[in-house]
């Protein structure tokens, strides 16, 4: 049987974990977007039942660059964007931050059109906003 194939960029994440796990529970294979090799070896630590015929790693160690997400997406239904450039150190939220978030999410968007496979792009917030905005209000996924 043909498993339906899902792409999860920032595949390390939290948020990226727990839709790996709901999707691979419901027999999709799943493409997680990491930025290193260590990421992928941490995760597969934590979750070991997983073949790589279910759980395939592909490296994207810089989003912004332009066709970064190209074999990320080949083959793949669904793209989760869940990633987001963060560093705890910055000068300029924009420059450092929105910026490299929006060139990754517009990398993303032009991978996700140019493969004929993709039929839903489904984007997520970021947990960095958590740090600047207390009036935020926090959902759990169950």
Known sequence: MAHRTA???GGS??????????LLDRSWKVRACVRSPAKAEAW??????????QLEFVYV??????????????GCEVVFHTASPFNFVFRDNEK????????????LLRA??????????IFTSSQVL?????????????
């Open 7 to 9: 792409c999860i960029t």
């Open 13 to 22: 994440g939290f948020l990226a974990t727990q839709i790996a796990l709901m």
């Open 44 to 53: 597969k630590a934590k979750y070991p039942m997983f073949s790589e015929e």
């Open 61 to 74: 160690p810089d989003m912004q660059v332009d066709g970064s997400f190209d074999e990320a997406v080949k």
């Open 96 to 107: 450092d931050m929105l910026i490299p978030a929006r060139q990754g999410a517009l990398t």
């Open 112 to 121: 996700a059109k140019a493969e004929l496979s993709v039929k839903r792009v």
């Open 130 to 142: 958590d740090l600047y905005h207390d009036s935020i209000v926090h959902v759990m996924l169950f």
